[in-house]
């Protein structure tokens, strides 16, 4: 067999089990899922997940990267703007990762899960997530913070994917109506955008 088709049908498996682990991770939670469920759901024999990767976190940590190739690239989309006194440059970064929470939200929560039970995991996620922290740190840079730009970074991340997460899974606050992605979007972007680049408020009477 050529090489060529060799390493195109090993891609073609490592995406399948890649996919199969979505769906099962999906089902029954990360915590929960074996590997072996996940050469079922792939249709593959079981030793085949090894050839791939060594164990169920060695997966989990390239459905990471493949998300944060895919963060990567949405960099260079149109209306991508550092400058965040612009509203619409923060209006593009949380409608951006509003998106991206709701397509990739089953790996985003078995990240979660991964990392309230393995230390090693929770570090080795936090390394290879700091750059893109970082990166959003230095567009807040030079702005009037209530704190240090990546403190600040870290508020902004942490706030979306918690509001996402909430109301994508249904946990929200009963409205008694469906918060539309619009308006959930429009919500967090004037909240961020007032927090960080906002007029601070006035003392309080009384206080210096």
């Known amino acids: 067999m050529a090489v060529g088709v060799r390493k195109r049908q090993a891609a073609e498996t490592e995406a399948e089990l890649k996919a199969a682990a979505v769906r099962v991770f999906g089902r029954l939670g990360y915590l929960n899922a074996k590997i072996t469920d996940i050469t079922a759901e792939a249709g593959r024999a079981a030793g085949s997940f090894y050839t791939h990767f060594a164990n169920k976190e060695a997966l989990l940590e ?57 230390e090693s995991f929770a570090r080795r996620s936090q390394e290879l997530l700091e750059p893109d922290l970082r990166h959003l740190a230095d567009h807040l840079r030079g702005l009037d913070l209530p704190g240090d730009p990546l403190v600040v970074a870290s508020m902004f991340t942490t706030l979306l994917s918690t509001f996402a997460d909430r109301w994508l899974s249904g946990h929200g606050p009963q409205l008694g109506r469906e918060l539309s992605d619009a308006e959930a979007i429009e919500t967090l972007t004037s909240f961020l955008h007032a927090g960080i680049g906002g007029e601070r408020p006035a003392s309080r009477p009384g206080r210096n």
């Open 62 to 118: 390239a459905l990471l990267a493949d998300l944060m190739a895919e963060g990567d690239a949405s960099a260079v989309l149109p209306g991508h703007g550092d400058d965040f006194r612009d509203r619409a440059a923060v209006r593009w970064h949380v409608a951006v990762y509003w998106e991206f929470y709701r397509r990739h939200r089953t790996v985003v929560v078995a990240l979660q899960q991964a990392a309230t039970v393995d």
